[in-house]
């Protein structure tokens, strides 16, 4: 009977291809110019019962394209989940706004309920926002769950009409129902700065909903992370907050400190390079040790902490049941104080989880000491005069992008890709084209690193980010053994801790790359190479794999497979792990 339920379920997933009410061209690469070269997924649109979500990522779409997209959306009422990630490559910066508003328009006027709107990795700065502006306070985002907006160069500016745009929103739909609840707001790489983070506090203050905050690398100083922190304490749900790779110094980490004490739902804290300092760490230790019951990792690497106040966070997770992860490297302990640091760990029975420490700084000489004392003055000097300094880079980047909008103007060359803050490049490169070499060569933040750059709320970019570290992996090479099983575990880790993330399409993608079924948006197959197996193997053993799919990967191992034939002893190895968790289940 069981057999037969299995059996039934893998039939399923092999049909599935995607998700329920989900038409995908995600991928594909096309280059979508006017109405005639989207004629096919126009009919397909209009063609499909029940619409609910459209996948556009990877493609390249221009205004008449969108257009004919568009007038094929505006009679579907169910539509809830929009995915238009990457799908302006190549466009100019003038084309974003009218294919934006027309899309926006289409559903609208279809009376829509969007969950999820996904915009990221589309360069097309503070317009683009411009582009979306409508949608946003209109009642087809009323019921909006998750904003993404990763690295979309929105700058000061766009990031100020998004927060008002927010609001608006909130104030409409209170007015005639249930108050606008996101829960996912995304938007990394954006050069929000201060003015921006600001506004959207006020924005995140009001709903009082979030569960997750990603806003890493987007140059915000202490101003706007006290902004931030204030906002923070009224969203007692929050359980992700990652702020990597901006500048809190102790005012921003001793805010957020205070901030977080009675958030009682957070379980991932993410401020690494975020120069908190001893003083900063020494706070977020006391909150940690008062409260966050269900703390699962908290990340304070590269952030100029001392030795004391690195043992003061290790005291303060030592109750800390759930806890997966504690990261203090890159900081300033020195060879004694990381021998301390681990000592501490292992008698508490803590040690595997803490991080690697391989890029500690060393402890401080006293020169340096004066060095920090000199930069608090200088902090407190700034502190004075900032709100002149950003009135005057505010002014300075507006008139940068009227010089901009001006030279587009008069030489239509102007491209959707401006100088903002690029992929990590090493990262990037590693996920185009794997290899050991370029694995190791990412360092000892080679899990951390990965984990920012693959999103991990979709279930197929993270199958196939497991699919490139796994094609890496060398059983008789030590190094890179210990460097693929750590990425892959912090990845999926991450991602089956996210709310958000459905472990069913993740297997059901990782099945379909791995060419075991066959999907309807065409996706190619990756050349099945032992690792993939030998990996895939030490996953299903793992605590965070879901023991329900166990029977589900079971049952496609054991099918007559040229590709899986290749890898013999691998795939013996993986049958017998998997019918032995089967079992124990």
């Known amino acids: 009977m069981a057999t037969d339920i299995v059996s039934q379920l893998a039939d399923s997933l092999a049909k599935a291809g995607v998700e329920e009410g989900e038409l995908s061209y995600k991928g594909q690469g096309r280059k979508l110019d006017d109405s005639k070269s989207v004629e096919e997924i126009v009919k397909e649109i209009k063609d499909f019962e029940g619409l609910q979500a459209l996948r556009l990522e990877g493609n390249t779409v221009g205004v008449e394209a969108a257009k004919a997209i568009a007038k094929a959306l505006e009679t579907k009422s169910q539509f809830k989940r929009c ?198 760490a020494t706070a977020i230790a006391q909150t940690v040790s008062e409260g966050l019951p269900i703390l699962k990792e908290l990340n304070l690497s590269f952030g100029e902490i001392s030795e004391e106040a690195a043992l003061a966070v290790a005291h303060a997770v030592k109750n800390k049941k759930q806890l997966e992860k504690l990261d203090l490297n890159g900081n300033c302990l020195g ?49 004075e005069d900032v709100d002149e300094e950003e009135v005057e880079e505010e002014e300075e980047e507006e008139e940068e992008e009227d010089e901009e909008e001006e030279q587009d103007e008069n030489t239509g060359s102007k491209f959707s890709t401006p100088p903002s803050a690029p992929r990590p490049p090493d990262v990037s490169s590693f996920l185009t084209f794997p290899s050991p070499d370029k694995l190791l060569k990412l360092g000892a933040k080679r899990a951390t690193l990965i984990e920012q750059q693959v999103d991990v709320a979709d279930a197929r970019k993270t199958a196939e980010a497991f699919l490139k570290i796994a094609s890496v992996y060398k059983e008789d090479n030590h190094e890179v053994k210990n460097a693929v099983m750590e990425s892959v575990d912090a990845l999926l880790k991450k991602a089956f801790s996210t709310s958000s993330f459905q472990g069913y399409n993740f297997v059901s993608s990782l099945l379909v790359l791995l060419g075991l079924i066959k999907s309807e948006d065409k996706v190619k197959p990756v050349l099945v190479v032992a690792g993939h197996l030998q990996v895939l193997e030490h996953v299903v053993r793992q605590d965070y794999f879901p023991k329900e ?8 191992m054991s099918r007559h497979n040229k590709s899986l034939e290749a890898c013999g002893s691998s795939r013996h190895k993986l049958q017998s792990t998997l019918q032995r968790a089967r079992t124990e289940s």
């Open 83 to 280: 995915y238009w990630s990457d799908m302006f490559t190549g466009r100019l910066r003038s084309e974003i706004p009218p294919a934006l508003n027309s899309l926006g328009d289409a559903l609208m006027l279809a009376s829509a309920k969007l969950t999820v709107l996904d915009l990221s990795d589309n360069a097309f700065g503070p317009d683009g926002v411009k582009g979306i502006e409508r949608l946003l306070k209109s009642p087809a985002c009323y019921t909006l769950q998750e904003l993404r907006l990763n690295n979309c160069g929105m700058g000061i500016g766009g990031g100020k009409i998004l927060a008002a745009s927010l609001i608006e929103c909130h104030k409409r739909s209170r007015a005639e129902g249930p108050p606008l609840s996101l829960k996912v707001f995304v938007a990394g790489r954006n050069r929000l700065e201060n003015d921006g983070a600001t506004a959207l506090a006020e924005s995140f203050q009001l709903m009082g909903s979030l569960e997750e905050i990603h806003m890493p690398q987007n140059g915000i100083n202490h101003p706007g992370v006290t902004a931030l922190a204030t906002a923070v304490q009224d969203n007692p749900h929050l359980r992700t907050l990652n702020l990597n790779d901006n500048t809190f110094t102790e005012k921003g980490a001793i805010a957020m400190a205070k901030a977080l004490k009675d958030l009682q739902s957070i379980q991932v804290i993410n401020f690494g390079d975020c120069l908190v300092r001893p003083l900063g």
């Open 335 to 383: 060879e004694d104080g990381c021998i301390a640091l681990k000592d501490l760990m292992k008698g508490m029975n803590m040690a595997e989880l803490l991080a690697s420490l391989s890029d500690d700084e060393g402890e401080p000489g006293d020169e340096d000491e004066d060095d920090e004392d000199d930069d608090d003055e200088e902090d407190e000097e700034e502190e």
């Open 549 to 556: 799919s166990v029977a589900v990967l079971e049952a496609f």
